[in-house]
């Protein structure tokens, strides 16, 4: 059975950093895109970054391109979201994906596994 865990968020003031992980199990994701997105009040799920777990290969939304990193560690079976620069509007509730794709996807609907989401709150 898949089963992504996210961790590491929490409040932070504007200006500051924060490091989300999200830890697969379950089978192998070499074949996979795992990717991150986030959900804040009334608003719809959106796309953040994502990462080709075989190569490595990433992508991001524009709103965080130069502000957030995602990488892997293949020997943990974990991925990490490196939020710096955080401003308010990244106030939301961050989940880990995981589609079992041969490349990347920026759909939430393409997604075939989730996390439970970690809160991430930045005062301004």
């Known amino acids: 059975q898949v089963q992504l865990v996210e961790s590491g968020g929490g409040l932070v003031q504007a200006g500051g950093s924060l490091r989300l992980s999200c830890a697969a199990s379950g089978r192998t994701f070499s074949s996979h895109a795992i990717g991150w997105f986030r959900q804040a009040p009334g608003k719809e799920r959106e796309f953040v970054a994502a990462v080709r777990w075989g190569d490595g290969i990433t992508y991001y939304a524009d709103s965080v391109k130069g502000r957030f990193t995602i990488s892997r560690d293949n020997a943990k079976n974990t991925v990490y979201l490196q939020m710096n620069s955080l401003k308010a509007d990244d106030t939301a509730v961050y989940y880990c994906?995981?589609?079992?794709?041969?490349?990347?996807?920026?759909?939430?609907?393409?997604?075939?596994?989730w996390g439970q989401g970690t809160q991430v709150t930045v005062s301004s």
């Open positions: 994906a995981a589609a079992n794709k041969g490349f990347i996807v920026a759909v939430a609907t393409l997604y075939d596994y």
